[in-house]
């Protein structure tokens, strides 16, 4: 049996892998947040501005230690972003180079530098024998994680936060790979791309709390926003373990990041107050003009056993979406409010 010290040991050593783990996260979530783009994306933006004018496929494959089959999964969604374009070799087609567009050399200057220059500092401060350790451990516990997990997923999944940014020592890619897949294995399946739901808190992936979902329906509902702690009222009924108050959230993924949300109440009710209430559905400004709005609230109608309502303004351009999706507006909503009640 482990003694009461080794687990302890044990313990602090989880809880200090989830904290560089939580910091990641919020890190990768602050990116996209600001600049719309993935680390992954912008480790690869800055290889090509750092080679100069254009730069192979093959050789950036190199530089950033990935397959050619994920770079171009990369490479297409830049492109379709704006940020990168192809050319073809004129002396040989088969060969394809890249360059940055102005907007793409636009976001590599204007964003914050990659979160793992924090661990070369600190391995820089190390001696020669300390990294040789750190290298050592890390390296058996990669193996281990990587032992048990599935040859179908795809290699880009693998790849939550960034690559190595550029030729850099062989311990920052350990720390990188082993790390992110330590901690978060048991999610990877979860943050493959797609719509998933969750009845409970417990079903959100672990880099995705609560409050950061409120925050994210606050920030992408603007202008027709409510207040986070509405937002939060909305989510803890909603996920709720009382049978007299449930519902379910929908939650859209793409390259593991949040890219829609949406919030369905039960009303117990049948008849004149149908049995669902659509209470909030967001996408991220970034990716507006996809159908993405239209794919989440398609999956809560097949997911719903009765039918819904939904609360619009008169002015909200989501009212086109409804209709197109069978939402009928038969009823005047009309509200009475205490605060503006005379007596």
Known sequence: ??????????????????????????????????????????????????????????????????????????????????????????????????????????IVKKSPPLFQERFLHFLDDMDEDEQIKV???????????????????????????????????????????????????????????????????RDFPLSLSRHDLALFLHEHLKPYEDSVDDISAGLDYALNNDSNRKGFVLLLYEEQILHGALVMLDTGMTGYVPEHLLLFVAVHKAARGRGLGAQLIRRAQATCAGNIKLHVEYDNPARRLYKRLGFESNYAEMRWTRESASY
């Open 135 to 201: 290298r050592s451990v890390l390296s058996k516990l990669a193996a281990v994680m990587n032992h048990d997990q599935s040859p179908s997923l795809d290699e880009s999944l693998r790849m939550d936060l960034s690559v190595p940014d550029g030729v850099v020592a062989s311990v920052q890619m350990l720390l990188h790979t082993t790390l992110e897949e330590s901690i978060e294995s048991k999610e990877k399946k979860t943050l493959e791309s797609g719509i998933y739901i969750a009845r409970h808190e």
């Open 1 to 106: 049996a482990m003694s009461h010290q080794k687990e302890e040991i044990t313990d602090e050593i989880l809880i200090n892998l989830r904290k560089i783990t939580q910091a990641m996260s919020i890190h990768s979530r602050a990116l996209h947040r600001q600049h719309a783009i993935t680390a992954p994306q912008l480790v690869v933006l800055r290889e090509i501005q750092k080679n100069g004018k254009e730069i192979s496929v093959g050789k950036l494959a190199k530089r950033v230690s990935l397959s050619n089959a994920t770079l171009t999964s990369l490479v297409d969604r830049l492109e379709q972003a704006g940020h990168v374009q192809r050319s073809r070799n004129e002396k040989d087609q088969r060969q394809i180079f890249l360059t940055l567009t102005d907007k793409g050399l636009e």
